[in-house]
């Protein structure tokens, strides 16, 4: 029997014509068989696909041939070959989405003057040697940080990576410009460019965890500075790094450990919220979330929705 694996990895480099390379990347994704996502960019490619190991490798290994990804850092994890529902290979402006396309600049070696990179020891040296002198800033939406974060770390009121150069901007975090910071999402893409946009911004000291908490996870599990689960954007929807690691996330009916996060009862729902099993055995609650109920009157059943 086949084993399933999922990979996730993002790649810098200058592509002059991002039209060809989505359809690229199409025709290697589907020839393979394989379910994720993958976006690509002016700056870049960032993917997170399933399948066999096989085929896995066949297409990093085609993948790798394009001038600037040879070194993309693969990170692999278990899979089970239904994680991803579908193949979806997409243009944008942006490789992540934080409104700021002119502000970032890359070459065939990555992105130009974003923050020093750290492998998992230097983070743990790091605030060894500089004690509270030390900051970590979370870099991904803040739902994410409610299952698991660096321990201390600051979490931005991002709902989306939209609103970071809003937060950046808003004073909130002038204290830390003399501080060094160290910026950490999943698996690192986000804070290539968070690193920058702060930068930007006056932060002096920024730095960014090499493979993000993937790889800081690998390295330590629950005995380093992560605490909980690690949110994932596929059907697994949590990682855990080893037996002692505990979502530090609370089912916001009768606050039970959980790192289970699920929609509304409308189909058209994006909020994500915590819930047990025992308080919701369903795949999504059975009433509507507030953000649902402000943006729309009218609401689409999920029976009609999967009926579709």
């Known amino acids: 029997m086949a084993t399933h694996r999922i990979i996730l990895f ?10 060809a390379v989505k359809l690229w990347q199409r025709e290697l994704a589907q020839r393979w068989n394989l379910t ?5 960019a002016p700056t870049g490619i960032n993917a997170t696909l399933g399948g066999t190991v096989e085929a896995l490798k066949r297409y990093v290994k085609s993948t790798k041939e394009y001038p600037g990804l040879g070194k993309i850092d693969v990170k692999w994890s ?3 070959g239904d994680d991803f529902p579908r193949l979806s290979v997409k243009q944008r402006p942006e490789l992540v989405a934080f409104g700021a396309p002119d ?3 890359v070459t065939t070696d990555g992105v130009v003057g974003g923050g020093k990179h750290l492998a998992p020891q230097e983070v743990n040296d790091l605030v060894a040697t500089r004690g509270e002198d030390v900051v970590f800033f979370d870099g991904r939406n803040a739902f994410e940080a409610q299952t698991g974060r660096f321990r201390g770390a600051i979490v931005p009121d991002a709902a989306t990576t939209h609103d970071f150069i809003t937060e950046l901007e808003s004073g909130k975090y002038d204290d830390l410009k003399g501080k060094a910071v160290v910026t950490y999402c999943t698996g690192g893409v986000r804070c290539e460019i968070l690193s920058v946009l702060m930068k930007n911004r006056g932060f002096g000291e920024v730095y960014q965890i090499d493979g993000g908490i993937v790889r800081y996870g690998e390295a330590f ?7 909980g689960s690690l949110y994932v954007f596929d059907g697994r929807g949590s990682l855990e790094f080893d037996a002692g690691s505990t979502s530090l996330g609370a089912c916001e009916l009768c606050a039970a450990t959980t790192d289970r996060f699920l929609n509304c009862a409308d189909a058209a729902c994006t909020t994500q919220r915590l819930a047990c099993e025992d308080c919701v055995p369903g795949q999504a609650f059975s009433d509507r979330c507030p953000a649902c109920s402000t943006a729309r ?9 999967t009926s579709v």
């Open 297 to 305: 009157e009218a609401w689409l059943p999920r029976t009609e929705k």
């Open 221 to 227: 599990g629950s005995t380093g500075l992560w605490e």
């Open 36 to 40: 994720g996502r993958i976006i690509v």
């Open 78 to 80: 278990a899979g089970t």
């Open 103 to 105: 502000e970032v600049s």
């Open 10 to 19: 993002y790649g810098f480099t200058p592509i002059a014509d991002p039209f």
